[in-house]
Every structure is written in structure tokens, then in C-alpha cells.
């Protein structure tokens, strides 16, 4: 036989069969006894299976190894090739056995020739990555046992096992602690594999250029984000059609790829009868913005009554907004922010309210705490929640002091609140990123409660996020696009022309609010000024615009196309000035707000609404330019989120692409 994979045996299962239709007229098919074994090895899961035979030897093995080719190497006889022949398709699993697509090729040897049985039997052996798994179909036959059939990236179909002694519930439930399944919509016997364990993006930008592209069209969300998963599924399902050949496709098929994918994400329409049309909206100067020093403790003390209450709300925020807060500040005005403490509330209301919520977050923390084993091992959900925290937990800030080092207890309350998050939001759950959020918020508050209900209402917020659906997404890109046309339609019109209308390389700041594009003390900064809703809604797609302006020289002059534009923006992490950023967005907020004929669309992305006064607080060079300027509208989520009522019509995408400004 030949030698077994090394590395720790997580499942083991003998008397696992694969039947292999003799090509005859007899119904009767040859049955080849194996052992289905799933193997750590290093830090690969490998699922191997073997036939029970001792002439076997190591040559005559399908491996689907990392970034493999559809074409797989695989020795086989010519009678062994016959088994998979047009006769064989009269079986019950014939559709799951082998399909036509696959291409095989003889694997060369030493002497030349192909591995030839003696026997005349047919016998297998295949192992492959988790990391190749894409899906796994399961079913009951009517004789006592099951079967089911492993499809693998690239769409090879692996021979279908069928399990004569049990059932093959054990072998999922093993692979469950590797890989998130969910159900396929069109065959509820289908578990998709939702969690693609990827390279970052670092790595895939050393490939060649095709090669990126061609990992973005199997999965864009994964190659740009390197983790996340359930969310892309669902947004990216037609990126991963069948056509997954190793062939090079130009990067002009990408705007293809996401179009389908994103059904009514028409950014720019063309004129038709009835749209209305902007050309050439005078925006006005943009005036220069200066910033200040954050908030100190003497300012916010002034700003207290003596019983707590606060006495000028939308003066501290003003000041937060100009210059966020000193670190000695945060751990209790971000409570104010998040909507923790109404802003009038005195001492003692506040110290009731943490009364209340501490007794309420024990109440759920202890739901699944005392959940046994044995309930676990029925709750298939509540497992994979617990799997994919504990994954991402282990892998979030770890540079960061308060998260480093083995047995951190950072990292125990990190699991904890993420755990009693699916207790408090069971539908949502957990979905990878969400530890993103709860970081800095834990490193504020130092207190496992306090960060909890923080986290928890920062999550109403980036709710529509992270929701399989992603319509808070799908919203924010075509906002996004409507703002960066008004302020610059000739950038807009070259990204077009390279396929990155959609402004896809912008996922990632919007799905985290930036968190991965600036260093974890800038995060703090940012954060606080967007919480305080200031100066207008969305603040954080004018963030974007600001960005993306900063760069769109060099994007230009060097005629950047998909691939250097993706590259270009991901390289931005981790070395852009966030006050340099605010300023600049500070400053195109001003700019628009001060515009007289802006576009009814860009009106309610920003909730503005025409006004003769001036804006309030605004300490900028220009401010006696500021008459006419809108006013900020009270926050309105059917505004803000134009198809959020949508119900999967375009109606409300038409109305937003009716007033972008065309030139």
C-alpha cells in the first residue's frame, strides 16, 4: 500500500467505497474498498482516500494541489478510462462520478509507460487540500448507506464515495471544524464551502498580472480582503461560474464579470429620454481647512454640568469633529458617541444604565456558555460561529500590545464579546471582519461590558455590511460614484476605461471603515470624528473622494490600469496622514455644501437641504463665502440608503443615475 500522509488523523473511516460501473450490460458494478481518512499535515487539513489493496503504489494518485490547473494528472489504464465512458452514464451518480470536463493526461513515469494493474481491477487513490474543497454533495440511497461527491476548484469532480458501514455525518462534522459550509439555493443536498482559506493580497500581487485577474474573477472579495468570507459568496456568486480554466482573459472581461454579478449596480447610465442631465456644476472653490488640537479634559469638563449632564452637545461635537479626542477621553466620550449614554444624561442615570446592560450582557454570555457538547454537536450553526471567531481572534491586532503573545486575555475577551454578539444578533451571527470592528473598540474600554454594547451599537451602523444580501454595500458603491463624478467626471471617465468604474478597490475601506488602511492609533482618531455625524451623512464616502483625488495624478500620469490600480491602492495602507485625509474631505464637504445647484441625488447621499444659512462651527479661510450653503437634514435611512427599500428593483438605482452629472 501505498505510504500513508504524515500528520495528525483528525477522521478515519474505513469500509468507504467507490463504485466503479463495469461497462458491461450487467447492472452489476465493481466496488472498491477504501479507507477516507482527513489529515493536519503542517498547516494543511489533506482528506485522503486509499483503497484497502497492497499492490497500490504512490504513483497512480489525483492530487488537487494549491492553485492547481483544470488539467489534473491522474494514471490511469485504457480500460480504467473506459469505466468513464458514455456506458456509464446510465448510473444513478454518473452526473457526480467524473464529469466531461475534467481533462486528464497520463502521468509520465520513469520507464515511459502509464502504471498498468495485473489484476485488471481499477483502483484509485486521491487527496486534496481543504483549500480546494469549493463543494460537497450529499445523499440516501435506498439500499442503507449514503454517498457523496467532493467538487473541487477548477470544477473537478472527484469519484463519489459511498459510505456501506454508517453514514458520512461524522466526516462532515470533521471538516466543519476547518471550512464553512452553507446550503446551495438550488440544491439544498449541495454544502458549499462559504470560508475560501486565501493568500493575501500581497502574495497574489507577485503573480503575474493575468493571474490576478484571474483570482479576482473566481473571488474578487477574498483576493483584495485575504479572509473574509460569507459575505462574498452571496455578492460574488456569478464570478464563480464553471468557466474557471486556466486560460489568460484580458482585464477588460472584468466589467463584465462584476456586472453580472451585481445586477443593477449601473453607475453611469446613457442619456435616454427622460434622465435628467447636469453638465459642467460650478462646485465653487474649495477652501482651506485647518484642523485642531483634540478635545483635552479641561474642555470636556467645562462642557459638564455638576450633576454630569452635558451642557452644549453640539459644541463637543464640533470640537471632536475638528480634532477628535485625547486618549484619557475616550473610554468615556466614545459611550456618548456610540448612542451608550444619551448626551443629557446625568451621573446617575448612566451609572443605572451600566447596572442594567451588565446584568443583561451576563444574561446572554451565559447562553452559550452552558451550552454542553453534546447540544453543540446539534447546533451546526453556533459551531461555526465558534469556529470562525476563534480563527479570526487569533489573527486580529496581534502586533498590537494589547492582543500580543499566547494566552492574552485581550484576545479571551475578544472571543467572548464576538461570542455573545450571536446570542444578541443570532440571525447576523458572526461574519468574518466583525473582529475588525470590535478591537479598537475593546482597547478603548478595557472593560468586556462596556465594549460589548459598544461593539453592538456600532453594528446597527455596518449592519447592512456584513448581511448576505450586502445591500449596504451595493448602496454605498453607487453613492460613492455618484460623488466622485461631481467632483471629478474626467478621473470617473478614465477609471471606466479601465474597467474600475465599479470602484471595486474601495471594498474594503468601506466593508471595515478603513481599518486595515491606517495604523491602529490613526483608526482611533477617524472613528471618533464619524461618530459624530458631522458635517453631514456619509461622511466617510467624502473620505473616500479625498483619497482617491490624492492619487489620481499618479493613477493618470502613468496610465495605471486594473491591475497597477489595485496594486496602487492596496500599497496606500498603512501610509496615508489621516489628518491630512480629514482635512481634505472636511474641506470637499464644505465645497458642496456651498454649491448652489447641487444635484438632488448628492442632496441625500449627504442629507443636505437648501438653506440660506451658513454652516455652523465651519472655521476655514472661506468663511465668508459660506452664504447659501445647506444645512445637514436629520439622518433619514431611506434617504441615506436609497435602495434599501428597493426590494430588489432598480427603481431607486435609476433615480440616483437620473442626476449624475454627465459631461
Known sequence: MAAPVSGKVIYEQEGVFIHSSSGN????????????????????????????????DSSNILYARKDSSSVVEWAQTPKEKTLWGPEHTNSYEAEWDMVNTVSFKKKPHSNGDSTARTNGDSKWSFLFSLTDLKSIKQNKEGMGWSYLVFCLKDDVVLPALHFHHGDSSLLIQSLKKYVVFCESSQDKRILVNCQSISQSFENLLDEPTYGLIQKLKKDPYTATMGGFSKVTNYIFDSLRGSDLTTQQRPPSEMADFISDAIPGLKINQQEEPGFEVITRIDLGKRPKVHRRQPMSLEEWNKNMDSEGRILNVDSVKQMIFKGGLCHALRKEVWKFLLGYFPWHSTREERTNVQKRKIDEYFRMKLQWKSVSEEQEKRNYRLRDYRSLIEKDVNRTDRTNKFYEGQDNPGLILLHDILMTYCMYDFDLGYVQGMSDLLSPILYVMENEVDAFWCFALYMDQMHQNFEEQMQGMKTQLIQLSTLLRLLDSGFCNYLESQDSGYLYFCFRWLLIRFKREFSFQDILRLWEVMWTELPCQNFHLLICCAILESEKQQIMEKHYGFNEMLKHINELSMKMDVEDVLSKAEAVSIQMM????????????????????????SDTEEDEMAGGTRHPMPADPNISMPIAAANGTNEHLEQVARAVPTV
Open 25 to 56: 450490460n450487467d447492472d452489476q458494478d465493481s466496488l472498491l474498498s477504501g479507507i477516507l481518512r482527513v489529515i493536519e499535515k503542517d498547516t494543511e487539513v489533506i482528506v485522503d482516500w486509499k483503497p484497502v489493496d497492497d499492490s497500490l
Open 594 to 617: 456651498n454649491c448652489k445647484e447641487l444635484p438632488q441625488a448628492v442632496c441625500e447621499i449627504l442629507g443636505l437641504e437648501n438653506s440660506a444659512a451658513t454652516t455652523p462651527g
